[in-house]
């Protein structure tokens, strides 16, 4: 079984910075891509950025200027670092796996799991 463990999030003023961090754990030999994705109340959950092993990052057009994801693949930890932070940006922060193989078997087996979060809140005063 893997899980992913959000921390960093909390309540910061507009123009403001934090740091999201991101924590594989359990049965992993490797994780492909990892991203995160936030969902504001009343909204559907949005992709904010995903990174791959190789570190090639992907970004939503709203955020790209300012939040930078970053993965240390030995830790099996993924990074968001936010800057200047908007009301707009409040959200539940997300962690996703898109393809985590638990064994070695299982990579040459194709036999992977898509993981979730449990969500870091991340809220933003005007």
């Known amino acids: 079984q893997v899980q992913l463990v959000e921390s960093g999030g909390g309540l910061v003023q507009a123009g403001g910075s934090l740091r999201l961090s991101c924590a594989a754990s359990?049965?992993?030999?490797?994780?492909?891509?990892m991203g995160w994705y936030r969902q504001a109340p009343g909204k559907q959950r949005e992709l904010v950025a995903t990174?791959?092993?190789?570190?090639?990052?992907n970004y939503a057009d709203t955020v790209r200027s300012r939040f930078t994801i970053s993965r240390d693949n030995a830790k099996n930890t993924v990074y968001l670092q936010v800057n200047s932070l908007k009301p707009e940006d409040t959200a539940v922060y997300y962690c996703?796996?898109?393809?985590?193989?638990?064994?070695?078997?299982?990579?040459?087996?194709?036999?992977?799991?898509?993981?979730w979060g449990q969500g870091t809140l991340v809220t933003v005063s005007s």
């Open positions: 359990g049965s992993i030999f490797s994780i492909n891509r």
């Open positions: 996703n796996a898109d393809k985590a193989f638990p064994t070695y078997r299982d990579y040459l087996d194709n036999r992977y799991l898509e993981v």
């Open positions: 990174i791959t092993p190789g570190g090639s990052a």
